[in-house]
């Protein structure tokens, strides 16, 4: 949570310049993914953005309707961030689906943008995407604990945001179903062509733009355990390279490519993850499959990890 209300420390100092902006050239958003954290958010923002018809935020996680993160900047501040010019206009926020830390979200959406919002949510295997946020947390030196005892706590944040339906009901109750779209990391990644077109037939485009730049996918995953995460995640929160961190997504698609090689080189595939022991993995796969029983009515389709689990 501090780095991601830390990343926007210096629009206080340029607040009245940002509203100045937004009179003139912002617009609010019509499209948003609300999550879920490590479940490819951040490929679907940059592939969403690559449609001419979509304009997708810079930076990507914008955070505005988080109350404690930065809804105090206002309305014309994040309008500021969209290109008015663009039909459709759209953000990225994973904390938008953090209950119970973060509250109200969808209520505070809904009131601001109105009920013909479009609404993206992904979603993965919830335990892979435990997994996942634990080598991340390890990776960047935010979890000490080993996987066993981290896992335990069943009010963590490890086993919340794995909650899809939990997550997922208020904006069914914000703007209805119709207006939402859940898919998968795992279709994103096996079909991804065919995923993105019901993407953008859903965003209301055309669904038949297609681009090379789908072959990539950004933060795989692939280097959250080793020296080259841990050396730039460490490192951006020095003094001087904060504002690398702040305005890395506002850099140019292909430089940003670059960065991200280095980092999370898409050509070593996913990271290896390690072996949950039989009697975790059951436990946690009878605690999940009320839940994704409950993901399945409200999104209206199947997932393969609930038939895996029977």
């Not at 490890?158 to 179903?177: D, K, N």
């Not at 965003?203 to 072959?215: I, K, L, N």
């Not at 020095?238 to 506002?250: T, V, Y």
Request: proline residues 5%; charged residues 30%.
């Amino acid at each position: 949570m501090a780095r991601a209300r830390g990343r926007f420390a210096a629009e206080h100092r340029f607040l009245a310049r940002r509203r100045r902006k937004a009179r003139r050239s912002g617009a609010l958003p019509n499209l948003i993914v609300i999550g879920g954290l490590k479940c490819g958010t951040t490929s679907l923002h940059h592939y969403l953005n690559l449609h001419p018809e979509i304009a997708m935020s810079r930076p990507k996680e914008l955070n505005f309707f988080v109350r404690e993160l930065n809804w105090e900047f206002g309305p014309e501040w994040y309008a500021s961030h969209f290109d008015r010019a663009a039909p459709v206009r759209g953000e990225t926020s994973p904390h938008y689906t953090n209950l119970p830390r973060f509250e109200g979200v969808a209520e505070r959406m809904r009131e601001l943008l109105g009920a013909e919002t479009r609404i993206i949510y992904v979603v993965r295997d919830p335990i892979e995407r435990m997994l996942s946020h634990y080598l991340h947390n390890v990776g960047g030196g935010y979890e000490q604990r080993d996987l066993e005892q981290a896992f335990s706590d069943e009010g963590s944040a490890y086993f919340t945001r794995s909650l899809y339906a939990m997550q997922l009901e208020p904006y069914q109750r914000a703007f209805g179903m119709k207006r939402v779209l859940v898919i998968s990391r795992e279709e994103l990644a096996g079909g991804r062509e065919a995923t993105m077109r019901r993407v953008f037939q859903f965003a209301g485009v055309d669904p038949g733009f297609e681009s090379e730049q789908f072959a990539r996918e950004w933060e795989t995953g692939s280097g959250k355990g080793g020296g080259g995460f841990r050396l730039m995640d460490r490192a951006v929160r020095l003094p001087g390279l904060r504002a690398l961190d702040r305005n890395f997504d506002r850099l140019p698609e292909s430089l940003r490519w670059l960065v991200e090689r280095v980092i999370h080189d898409p050509e070593t595939g996913a990271a290896p993850k390690p072996e949950l022991p039989a009697s975790i993995r059951e436990r946690l796969t009878t605690l999940f499959r009320t839940d994704g029983t409950r993901l399945e009515e409200l999104a209206g389709r199947s997932f393969p990890w609930l038939e895996r689990s029977g």
